[in-house]
C-alpha cells in the first residue's frame, strides 16, 4: 500500500469514527478513546485484547497494561470460556450465549440483552465472523440510528481503530454468536 493510500485510510477512517461518535456522545460514553490507545501485541491476542479494553475503559488498569494478551501471547484455541466467571480487577466477567450457531438461535434475546447492558451503562465483547473461517473481537458500544449496533476493534496487522455500525446484520447471517458481558463487584 502507498502513501497516499494509507493517508486516506486513515482519513477516512478518522472521519466515520468523528461521525458516529458524534451520533453517540449524548447517549453515553464512547469506548473509542480507549481503543484509539490500545493496541492488539499478537495476531491472535484479540479475545485478551477485548477484556483489557474493557479494563482501560472503567479505569480498571492504565493504558499500558497488556498482560492478558501477553499470559495468551498467540493462542488460537482459546475462547470466550477462559475468561468466563473470572473476576479481574473488580470486574466480573460471564460467557454468555454458548448456544449452537442455527435457525433456532435465540437472536432476540441476545439482542436484548446487549440493548440491556448498554442501557446500563456497559459494553459487550462479541466473536464475529471475519473473512473466510476466521473470527475477530469487537466491542459493543452503542446503537446507531439505524437501530443496529455500533462496535470497535483493533487491527492488528495496520493497528488503526476499526468501526462497524452493522453488528446485528453480521449475528443474523451468522445465526448467532457468543458475548462476554461484565459486572463491577461493590466494595
Avoid at 112 to 123: F, G, M, P, Q, Y
Avoid at 137 to 160: H, L, P, Q, T
Avoid at 173 to 185: K, P, R, W
Wanted: glycine share 6%.
Amino acid at each position: 500500500m502507498n502513501a497516499f493510500s494509507s493517508i486516506f485510510r486513515y482519513m477516512l477512517t478518522f472521519v466515520v469514527l468523528t461521525v458516529i461518535s458524534q451520533k453517540l456522545g449524548a447517549q453515553q460514553k464512547s469506548i473509542l478513546e480507549t481503543v484509539d490507545k490500545h493496541q492488539q501485541i499478537y495476531p491472535s491476542s484479540c479475545i485478551p485484547s477485548s477484556i483489557e479494553m474493557i479494563l482501560k475503559y472503567n479505569n480498571k488498569v492504565g493504558l499500558n497494561y497488556f498482560n492478558l494478551q501477553h499470559d495468551w501471547k498467540n493462542r488460537n484455541d482459546g475462547s470466550f470460556d477462559y475468561f468466563d466467571g473470572k473476576t479481574i480487577n473488580g470486574l466480573k466477567f460471564r460467557h454468555r450465549f454458548r448456544n449452537k450457531r442455527g435457525a433456532g438461535f435465540p437472536l432476540v434475546e441476545l439482542y436484548k440483552t446487549i440493548s440491556d447492558e448498554l442501557a446500563n451503562r456497559r459494553k459487550v465483547v462479541i466473536s464475529l465472523v471475519s473473512g473466510q473461517r476466521m473470527w475477530h473481537i469487537w466491542v459493543i458500544d452503542g446503537i446507531a440510528e439505524s437501530g443496529d449496533f455500533v462496535a470497535y476493534s483493533r487491527d492488528f496487522n495496520n493497528g488503526y481503530t476499526m468501526v462497524i455500525a452493522d453488528v446485528k446484520k453480521r449475528v443474523k447471517a451468522m445465526q448467532g454468536t457468543d458475548i462476554i458481558t461484565y459486572s463491577s463487584l461493590k466494595k
